[in-house]
């Protein structure tokens, strides 16, 4: 585990193991590159992307917290403020090649204008032949406290018109590029804006690429988002290319909606994912 600087001056940290290497960036907690010894790599990030303080990467997977989505409040920032919050490295460990890294979060004068509340979050790597990534919470109040939350993981699909994407059938969601509004039981084919909230999603789906089938598990979590800009709102996007659309798709581990965070006094809670080949 080695910590480098960017060119443009994120900090980040270098994992390189007899199982995988992987780069995360202190700014968000963010894993933009993770690849198993021997495959290939498992996350997108676009390269329209220059790595810019102040902006989360557009790829990997960006944590949104405490909020998923536009926030209610008029000037508060999409997807929360964790993705642009610079995170402190709080503890490595090793065995059996396998690495865990936790990240934590402090709540500061400048982003308690966002959350008040004493709460502790941290985001843990587990770094293996599969990633995992858990954003842990835990509300020190006495009282309650809400949140939503997402893991908006990028994956390389190759061609977004041989993506087969499984697991989803049946599955209750919102289409909110076109809605919002409810659907359920279709198939998941990608020839349009797809921008879908799935409120009881089984827990693993496959992407099924032309370089492999890519598995995508999650715990404590009914809901998740699917996400393909199309063409459209790919010309709008920051730090994205107009042709990103067709090499990438979002399946985020959520947290949203009916199944937002609820904290009681005391009380944690851990939202993972698992990202492998298989
Ligand atoms: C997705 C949302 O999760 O994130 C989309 O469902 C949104 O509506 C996308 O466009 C990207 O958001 P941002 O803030 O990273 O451009």
């Not at 610079?86 to 402090?106: E, H, I």
């Not at 947290?255 to 492998?276: K, W, Y």
């Amino acid at each position: 585990v080695t910590t480098k600087k960017h060119p443009n001056g994120l900090d980040y940290v270098e994992i390189n193991t007899d199982l995988c290497q992987a780069s995360i960036f202190l700014q968000g907690a963010q894993i933009d590159f993770f690849k198993p010894k021997d495959k290939a790599p498992l996350l997108w990030v676009s390269s329209a992307d220059d790595y810019q303080p102040g902006n989360g990467i557009r790829g990997g997977i960006p944590v949104c917290w405490p909020w998923f989505g536009a926030s209610d409040i008029p000037g508060f920032p999409q997807h929360g403020f964790a993705r642009t919050s610079l995170w402190s490295l709080a503890s490595v460990k090793m065995r059996n090649q396998v690495v865990d890294l936790v990240f934590t979060l402090a709540i500061t004068e400048d982003n308690k204008q966002y959350w008040p509340h004493d709460t502790e979050v941290s985001v843990l790597f587990t770094l293996g032949e599969t990633l995992s990534v858990s954003i842990v919470n835990k509300n020190n109040c006495d009282y309650d406290v809400n949140l939503t939350q997402a893991l908006h993981t990028y994956f390389p699909i190759g061609d977004i018109h041989q993506l087969k994407a499984t697991g989803f059938t049946g599955a209750k969601y919102i289409e909110f590029a076109k809605g919002p509004y409810p659907q359920e039981g279709d198939e998941v084919n990608f020839t349009r804006e797809t921008d879908r909230v799935y409120t009881d999603l089984a827990p693993i789906q496959h992407l099924h690429t032309p370089e492999g089938t890519i598995e995508v598990a999650r715990e404590n979590s009914q809901s998740a988002v699917l996400w393909n800009p199309w063409i459209d709102k790919s010309q709008r996007l920051s730090r994205f290319n107009d042709e990103d659309y067709l090499t990438m798709v979002c399946h985020e581990a959520a947290n949203v909606l009916e199944d937002q965070v609820r904290l009681a006094p005391g009380a944690s809670h851990t939202l993972t994912t698992h990202i492998r080949w298989v």
